[in-house]
């Protein structure tokens, strides 16, 4: 029986040999590139893909190695496609970018809605990051906010899209991609909340507890102490204050921050009910032009992904090969098709980076319905 040394010789021999047969695909596939920039033609041939998986799996000899010899084509053909997608963007063949570029977002005479109503964390998101004195209305509900955008109503929107403690604001996710607006800018407050009812209320005076359903969510270790108390979900935390007010009705509190108790008259019963302190939410800024920040440092993608075994795979690697730092991923059901997912991806660049055109260029190709939703 050959010695290890002896087997490692004879394999070191194997892999001189494939590396030769790797670099010579590879060139073979950048002259492939060449020919289908100047013929105008589409670098991703989902068909000529299939063949040659087919193909190499046939002419292997066992079901193992059928399987890893698809595997391994897989890369293959995945780096040739990268390789010709660098040489589109280097081409300059990637047209126009569609987002223009601005030096400065225009805030100074901008009108901005939120959701909700006095006292809404949105609305101290939207004092944060475009100053308290800022020209301002509020809406009921999300939606009622990016329709304000859409029809010019408002120029910014400041809407929550990420929670510490609840996650994903999944409502949010699928406004984005219902409405053509972008987002510019993004901004994470610390959320405390309180139990909040009219002065004088008792805790054994409560029945029913009103809030948004992710604030009593992030209450819910506190809540359930009180298991006799019903919890009622309502548009907003504000609005919650805002009917406990009107109500006049000492059986009813509100899960709310303390300013939107104060501003609607109540006393806070208990401060500080979050079950994590550290308990903060990321709210991103909304408008209806397709513009970015030039020095903006994150994009949010969209796309739908072919129902195929690897597809999100092959479609993450763009990322890897253009050295693009993915930071969030979210997939949310397609509507009308059961089982089939969106996914809502976040990664650090700027669209004006050429790594970026590269990566975004190979995901347009190979998924269905890409969209930027926004660098910021
Ligand atoms: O044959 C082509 O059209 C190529 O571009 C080459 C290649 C490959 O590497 O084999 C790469 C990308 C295509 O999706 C299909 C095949």
Redesign the pocket.
């Known amino acids: 029986m050959a010695t290890l040394a002896e087997l490692r010789v004879q394999i070191d021999a194997v892999d001189d040999e494939l590396v030769r047969l790797f670099e010579e ?1 590879v060139r ?2 950048g002259q ?2 060449d020919y ?1 920039i100047q013929n105008g ?1 589409k ?4 068909q ?2 299939r063949e ?1 998986l087919k193909d190499v799996a046939e002419k292997a000899s066992t079901e193992f190695n059928k399987k890893g010899v698809q595997e391994l ?1 897989e890369q ?2 995945a ?3 990268k390789v ?1 997608y660098q040489k589109l963007v280097e081409a300059g063949a990637l047209g126009r970018l569609p987002f223009i570029g601005v030096k400065e977002l225009d805030t100074q005479n901008a009108r901005v809605v939120f959701p909700g109503t006095e006292g809404a964390y949105s609305q101290a998101a939207m004092e944060y990051y475009f100053g308290e004195k800022c020209n301002s209305f509020y809406v009921r509900t999300f939606r009622d906010a990016m329709e304000s955008i859409e029809e010019g109503a408002a120029d910014f929107a400041v809407l929550p899209i990420e929670n510490s403690t609840a996650g994903a604001v999944d409502e949010m996710y699928d406004l984005l991609v219902e409405f053509e607006n972008y987002i510019v800018g993004e901004t994470i407050i610390p959320i405390t909340h309180t139990l909040a009812g009219l002065p004088g209320t008792e805790l054994s005076d409560i029945e029913r507890v009103y809030s948004k359903g992710v604030a009593l969510m992030q209450a819910s270790r506190f809540l359930d102490e009180h298991s006799g108390w019903q919890q009622i979900s309502v548009a907003n935390t504000a609005i919650a204050a805002k009917k406990i007010m009107e109500d006049k009705d000492k059986s009813q509190a509100a899960v709310c921050s303390a300013n939107a108790a104060k501003i609607h008259g109540l006393e806070v019963l208990v401060d500080n009910i979050n079950d994590d302190p550290n308990n903060s939410t990321r709210f991103i800024v909304v408008t209806n032009q397709k513009i970015f920040h030039k020095d903006a440092k994150k994009i949010s993608i969209c796309f739908e992904v072919p129902h195929e075994s690897g597809s999100l795979y092959h479609l993450l690697s763009h990322f890897i090969y253009n050295d693009l730092n993915m930071t969030k991923i979210e997939s949310r059901p397609v509507e009308g098709r059961n089982w089939e997912y969106r996914f809502f991806v976040d990664f650090e660049g700027n669209l004006a980076e050429p790594a970026v055109k590269n990566a975004i260029r190979g995901l347009r190709e190979e998924s269905r319905s890409l969209r930027i939703l926004g660098n910021y």
């Open positions: 695909r073979l596939g492939v590139g289908k033609m670098i991703f041939d989902r000529r893909e040659k084509f293959l053909m780096m040739s496609r010709q």
